[in-house]
């Protein structure tokens, strides 16, 4: 176990409301579909999602990789749709 400092953003990450509510095995087997879905919709909305991603490191980081991916593949600017998955 490593010593890692409580920083602001780990607390916030505890204290985030997530519900509706979805696991982490839920989160990785939609979330190719989901990326899929954002690089195609910027406006695209999956409540669930949404909010495990929020509370979750692990999840939206590999949110995020694969997302950059998608977006790059797609020829579309990856920047606005990583901003999204941080709010």
Request: proline share 8%.
């Amino acid at each position: 176990m490593t010593d890692r400092p409580l920083t602001p953003d780990l607390a916030r990450r505890f204290t985030v409301d997530t519900e509706p509510w979805l696991s982490c095995d839920d989160c990785f087997a939609l979330i190719d579909e989901y990326v899929d879905k954002i690089v195609a919709d910027p406006c695209y909305q999956h409540p669930a999602m949404s909010a495990h991603l929020r509370g979750c490191g692990a999840c939206v980081e590999e949110a995020r990789t694969l997302l950059d991916l998608a977006a790059r593949d797609a020829g579309v600017d990856p920047g606005p749709l990583l901003d999204r998955l941080a709010g």
